[in-house]
T-cell receptor, first 113, second 117 residues
Framework: AQTVTQSQPEMSVQEAETVTLSCTYD???????LFWYKQPPSRQMILVIR??????QNATENRFSVNFQKAAKSFSLKISDSQLGDAAMYFC??????????FGKGTRLSVIA | GAVVSQHPSRVICKSGTSVKIECRSL??????MFWYRQFPKQSLMLMAT?????????EQGVEKDKFLINHASLTLSTLTVTSAHPEDSSFYIC?????????????FGNGTRLTVT
């Protein structure tokens, strides 16, 4: 079984500042993907960034980057230059093979103007 | 890019009636689709895995006779909530992965907000 733990139910950040959301996971698979999804009030699930477990280099997507520590099974998300539109629920997730995504409980991010 | 269409986006029904939710992959074929349920301020919980041409696989605690899943084609899966009760009120989201794409990310529908009165 795969599990994902997000230990921060809520976080806040000042506009233009940087914030890091934490995520740890557990899986017995050797080949897997890790994801961060954003869910705004519209409830639409938006893929923010993904990381292949076999890649050592941390994934980046514009203002979003991850710190992937495979041995520690840690996968944190860093948001730089935070914008008001970044306010949302953020879910960390893992999957392998043709299995469904397993989600963490989420972190609600507030951005303060 | 790949799009998953989910319909309806909102539905209100009376207790005891049935509601059908459709999930379509618009520009790709999906052998497998997944149905999630999300209660307010909670995470997405997997209900079942829908397999084209075969029976769905339900997660523990999900009643298969209450949540009927049909995946009759490579582009359509339906979830029918039978004899709905107020406790079934929730947000239901489907997702699909393009067939043969291995670990590539799932594409999500926009969800269906079900309210049972």
């Amino acid at each position: 079984a795969q599990t994902v733990t997000q230990s921060q139910p809520e976080m806040s950040v000042q506009e233009a500042e940087t914030v890091t959301l934490s995520c740890t996971y557990d899986t017995s698979e050797s080949d897997y993907y890790l994801f961060w999804y954003k869910q705004p009030p519209s409830r639409q699930m938006i893929l923010v960034i993904r990381q292949e477990a076999y890649k050592q280099q941390n994934a980046t997507e514009n203002r979003f980057s991850v710190n992937f520590q495979k041995a520690a099974k840690s996968f944190s998300l860093k948001i730089s230059d935070s914008q008001l539109g970044d306010a949302a629920m953020y879910f960390c997730a893992v999957n392998s093979g043709n299995t469904p995504l397993v989600f963490g409980k989420g972190t609600r991010l507030s951005v303060i103007a | 890019g790949a799009v998953v269409s989910q319909h309806p986006s909102r539905v209100i029904c009376k207790s005891g009636t049935s509601v059908k939710i459709e999930c379509r992959s618009l520009d790709f074929q999906a052998t497998t689709m997944f149905w999630y349920r999300q209660f307010p301020k909670q995470s997405l919980m997997l209900m079942a895995t829908s397999n084209e041409g075969s029976k769905a696989t339900y997660e523990q605690g999900v009643e298969k006779d209450k949540f009927l899943i049909n995946h009759a084609s490579l582009t359509l899966s339906t979830l029918t909530v039978t004899s709905a009760h107020p406790e079934d009120s929730s947000f239901y989201i489907c997702s699909a992965r393009e067939s043969g794409q291995g670990l590539l990310p799932l594409h999500f529908g926009n969800g269906t907000r079900l309210t049972v009165t």
